[in-house]
């Protein structure tokens, strides 16, 4: 019995206990992830948008690159500007800033692209589009109201870690958060994301619209 209790004395005081650095983020961080069984990722990069109000283009810039539908010399404010133009962006000052649904939607079908939208998304829906290698663009509460695209998601939850779900967007505003951040992606405990996919500020002025998604593929193969 002493050898025994000698043993694990020994085992005990050589056991080097893993615990977890504490940490104040909810989200697992995009350059630290690894493939597994429960990530998945499209590497979709985050054009980072020139002005408060031109979300919407940026992140539809970030979209059509991922497909090869626009240059990387065509990532320009330029281009940002022009697409907010033809599909009627309203700046800050306007009677409605911002780009909505059908603006974004018109604009993607005249543009090439079979589109569905909807409202009421759930994380469920974006993690089936994005297991068919399909980015979804999202509108939620972030600034009061910001169009992201939904590049991956970390089903966290469902590993042996039992940790919490990470979602990760192409964030066309993610310089202002983080200079340091050259895919411009932003990670998001999914969760908190799923009960703040909302707006109430510019989609519906003063009523709220929830889970706002857009689902925009090529009508037509690359030549």
Same mark, same amino acid.
């Given at each position: 019995?002493?050898?025994?209790?000698?043993?694990?004395?020994?085992?005990?005081?050589? =056991?080097?206990?893993?615990?977890?650095?504490?940490?104040?983020?909810?989200?697992?961080?995009?350059?630290?992830?690894?493939?597994?069984?429960?990530?998945?990722?499209?590497?979709?990069?985050?054009?980072?948008?020139?002005?408060?109000?031109?979300?919407? $283009?940026?992140?539809?810039?970030?979209?059509?690159?991922?497909?090869?539908?626009?240059? =990387?010399?065509?990532?320009?404010?330029?281009?940002?500007?022009?697409?907010?133009?033809?599909?009627?962006?309203?700046?800050?000052?306007?009677?409605?800033?911002?780009?909505?649904?059908?603006?974004?939607?018109?604009?993607?079908?005249?543009?090439?692209?079979?589109?569905?939208?909807?409202?009421?998304?759930?994380?469920?829906?974006?993690?089936?589009?994005?297991?068919?290698?399909?980015?979804?663009?999202?509108?939620?509460?972030?600034?009061?109201?910001?169009?992201?695209?939904?590049?991956?998601?970390? =089903?966290?939850?469902?590993? $042996?870690?039992?940790?919490?779900?990470?979602?990760?967007?192409?964030?066309?505003?993610?310089? /202002?958060?983080?200079?340091?951040?050259?895919?411009?992606?932003?990670?998001?405990? =999914?969760?908190?994301?799923?009960?703040? /996919?909302?707006?109430?500020?510019?989609?519906? $002025?003063?009523?709220?619209?929830?889970?706002?998604?857009?689902?925009?593929?090529?009508?037509?193969?690359?030549?």
């Amino acid at each position: 019995m002493f050898g025994l209790l000698f043993c694990l004395a020994v085992l005990a005081a050589n =056991a080097t206990a893993v615990i977890a650095s504490p940490s104040s983020v909810s989200a697992a961080n995009y350059y630290e992830m690894t493939a597994n069984p429960w990530y998945v990722s499209l590497g979709v990069k985050g054009y980072q948008q020139t002005t408060d109000y031109t979300c919407g $283009p940026a992140a539809v810039m970030s979209l059509l690159h991922w497909y090869g539908r626009l240059d =990387a010399s065509e990532l320009n404010a330029a281009t940002e500007l022009r697409i907010a133009r033809e599909m009627g962006t309203g700046d800050l000052q306007s009677r409605r800033p911002g780009t909505s649904v059908a603006q974004m939607t018109n604009w993607l079908e005249r543009n090439g692209f079979r589109v569905a939208s909807g409202e009421d998304g759930t994380l469920e829906l974006l993690q089936k589009f994005l297991k068919k290698k399909i980015p979804v663009l999202v509108e939620w509460i972030d600034w009061g109201g910001h169009w992201v695209v939904a590049t991956g998601y970390h =089903a966290a939850y469902e590993s $042996p870690t039992r940790g919490p779900d990470t979602i990760f967007f192409a964030d066309p505003a993610s310089h /202002w958060a983080n200079p340091d951040n050259p895919d411009g992606i932003s990670s998001f405990n =999914a969760w908190r994301f799923r009960d703040m /996919w909302l707006d109430v500020q510019y989609l519906n $002025p003063g009523h709220v619209t929830r889970r706002v998604y857009i689902i925009a593929v090529p009508a037509k193969p690359r030549q």
